[in-house]
């Protein structure tokens, strides 16, 4: 029986048609799951998709991180389900607390839109499984509050263990610290990424296929775990 992938929509999400596109492609069964309903429907895993979830009134995701579903999220996230969040899905994890540091404006305080290199720092997580250590892949990037911030100790702790998983290369589009463009839980099963590699998931529409090594990998079988 193939994977069920859940992907969440939020008011004001915009990429969960093209995640749940993603994780099509890869060969798993994606589920819509509602931000009002606390039902995970029996999923394998969870994507916190893309967009301006609320509006991004107060804060990017601090509203989301109290959706009905986000509580259920969270404790299946405690009992190990592997959870990807991107862009504003990765602002959502900061704030629910399932991933250290915070998202904040651009350095230049301009929206960026464009194709972005990263290189994969690790491939032992539930989402990179399916690349090699230090692979370079161009995947977009389109965000306006996408500079990672962390203090020096969460740094030092995050690169210490392994825990940055793609960094920006030729160029740093936000101001991110030491280039980090996503990082995961102490576990590997939680990623969060500012970049889209739902967007990168067929060479005829994306600026390469290199995104689909992310929905590809959480087929793996030892990354998944029994639903909630």
């Known amino acids: 029986m193939s994977a069920r992938i859940g992907v969440i929509t939020f008011p004001g999400t915009l990429d969960d048609v093209d995640a749940a596109r993603a994780v099509t ?4 069964e994606a589920v819509s799951l509602w931000h009002g309903d606390e039902d995970l429907k029996g999923v394998d895993a969870v994507i916190v998709p893309g967009g301006f979830s609320y509006g991004d009134y107060l804060r990017c995701g601090a509203i989301a991180r109290f959706a009905p579903v986000m509580t259920s999220v969270v404790e299946a996230a405690g009992r190990g389900m592997p959870v990807l969040g991107i862009c504003n899905g990765f602002q959502i994890l900061c704030e ?3 991933l250290p540091g915070a ?3 651009n350095d230049k305080l301009h929206f960026v839109c464009r194709d972005q290199w990263l290189r994969v720092e690790n491939t032992s997580t539930s989402w990179t499984t399916r690349y090699d250590e230090g692979a370079e892949v161009l995947i977009p990037l389109k ?3 996408g500079g990672y911030m962390a203090d020096e100790a969460t740094l030092d702790e995050l690169e210490g263990e392994g825990r940055v998983v793609f960094r920006y ?3 740093n589009p936000n101001g991110s610290r030491r280039d980090i463009a996503g990082v995961c839980s102490a576990d590997g099963r939680i990623v ?3 970049p889209h590699p739902e967007h990168a998931i067929d060479a005829l529409t994306g600026p390469s296929d290199d995104g689909l090594g992310v929905f590809l990998s959480a087929l793996d079988a030892k990354s998944l775990v ?3």
């Open 226 to 228: 029994t639903s909630a």
């Open 25 to 28: 492609r890869s060969g798993a």
């Open 192 to 194: 969060g990424l500012m």
């Open 169 to 171: 290369v030729d160029g």
């Open 96 to 98: 629910a607390g399932l």
């Open 103 to 105: 998202l904040v404006r």
């Open 143 to 145: 965000s306006g509050e």
